[in-house]
């Protein structure tokens, strides 16, 4: 909480946003503190996405989350190739949804609903696919 009241409380725009060339001021400089609190929240930011992909991934090679195990899996047996560009993908994916707040969730499985109701056929086959990978 307190660093996103840290970010939003900046109003949304830096004068680096405005001037560009200052970027280049080192941080020790005055008035350079934008580069100093960009520098912490940059690594909060980070950490925030790295912890629970590690953990994750963590948790896959103790074989704990077997669905997610098993859908890398037979994509690896399938010849393809799990890239630095996936890992990236999927640890901002997997940090955008876990910070999302209760009204894009309750969106975002509303919007889940309707396009099933709409589109059956896209349903049977995401149930056809985790009854492969759950063998059920």
């Known amino acids: 909480d307190i660093l996103t009241n840290r970010i939003a409380s900046g109003g949304g725009i830096w004068p680096v946003d405005i001037f560009p060339a200052l970027k280049h001021l080192p941080m020790w400089f005055p008035g350079a503190s934008f580069k100093r609190n960009a520098k912490i929240w ?21 074989s704990s989350f077997l669905l997610l195990a098993k859908r890398v899996t037979s994509q690896q047996k399938k010849g393809t190739a799990h890239t630095a560009t996936d890992d990236h993908d999927i640890r901002w994916t997997a940090n955008s949804m876990y910070s999302g707040t209760i009204h894009t969730t309750i969106t975002t499985l509303s919007h ?19 009854d492969d990978i759950l063998g059920s």
């Open 112 to 130: 889940f609903i309707l396009a099933m109701v709409q589109h059956p056929h896209v349903l049977r086959r995401a149930q056809a696919e985790l």
């Open 42 to 62: 940059k690594a909060k930011m980070e950490e925030f996405a790295d912890r629970p992909y590690e953990f994750v991934k963590t948790e896959i090679v103790r």
